[in-house]
């Protein structure tokens, strides 16, 4: 496998994109929706599957594009192919606030492992596929279910995170105990299992779920401190109910105060 060597440039703090510079004939590929701005110069196509080149006819095709149904993707995946005989630009958003992670797979053995909705975008041939889970506890109380998602190849492969960024470097047997929801990814290496965390107390009044996430090295673990789940499931509370306040305002004027500070539309 011999992936398209890209250069790219990494912008922004919370809200970021990624630049990504073409040779003449280069390619990357990304996920539907993610795109931002391009030069003139540069062609977009939809293909299935992530056009890596591993599978090949119709069949081919239609298994790869089947497989990243099963991770909760798209069907489809779009090409950026530089057309001109000199350099051209094409740029990618994070979908919500987060970091961008550039991942260098010839570092890491060839293969990342990373939740299901983390990709962004990735040269030509990098491959994209489903690890599944063979641990039945992982596969059932993981956050991620029994599928992952699996990036192979010797290319660049941009994946997205929410909220801040740790990069943990474990040793062979360290233990890192992480909330299933914000692990992003690591390395294949790194044996991923689930813990009950214990006594009635916790379970029931901890708030904080039944199971966490065991992540024993060697290997890099990349976490992320605001899943995109936790942060719909905060803004689902606080919005205001049919015919009720939101939740955040005890004020005795109740909606007419809300009416008088602006935060209501007709």
């Not at 987060?98 to 030509?124: N, R």
């Not at 192979?152 to 299933?180: Q, Y």
Request: with cysteine; charged share 20%; hydrophobic share 40%.
């Amino acid at each position: 496998m011999q992936a398209h060597e890209i250069d790219y440039h990494i912008y922004g703090e919370e809200m970021q994109y990624v630049e990504i510079e073409l040779d003449p004939q280069e390619i990357v590929i990304a996920e539907a929706g993610s795109f931002m701005m391009m030069d003139n110069n540069i062609q977009m196509e939809t293909i299935f599957g992530d056009g890596s080149g591993q599978q090949t006819g119709l069949f081919g095709k239609l298994l790869s594009a089947g497989k990243r149904v099963l991770t909760g993707e798209s069907l489809f995946m779009t090409a950026f192919i530089n057309q001109n005989n000199t350099k051209s630009k094409v740029s990618f958003a994070s979908p919500y606030p987060g970091k961008i992670i550039p991942i260098d797979l010839t570092q890491f053995g060839g293969k990342f492992i990373c939740q299901k909705d983390a990709f962004l975008c990735a040269a030509k041939g990098v491959s994209i596929g489903i690890e599944f889970s063979k641990k039945l506890g992982r596969g059932l109380f993981g956050g991620e279910g029994f599928i992952m998602q699996k990036v192979e190849g010797d290319g660049l492969a941009f994946v997205h995170t929410g909220g801040t960024l740790a990069k943990k470097e474990l040793a062979a047997g360290e233990i890192l105990k992480v909330d299933t929801g914000c692990i992003v990814g690591f390395t294949k290496d790194v044996d991923y299992d689930i813990e009950f965390i214990g006594g009635i107390k916790n379970s029931i009044f901890g708030g904080e779920g039944l199971f966490y996430a065991t992540l024993r090295g060697p290997g890099t673990v990349y976490i992320q401190s605001l899943p995109f789940s936790r942060l719909a499931d905060r803004i689902i509370a606080s919005a205001p109910k049919a015919g009720g306040n939101s939740r955040d305002e005890g004020s005795l004027l109740g909606g007419l105060g809300s009416l008088l500070d602006g935060d209501r539309r007709f």
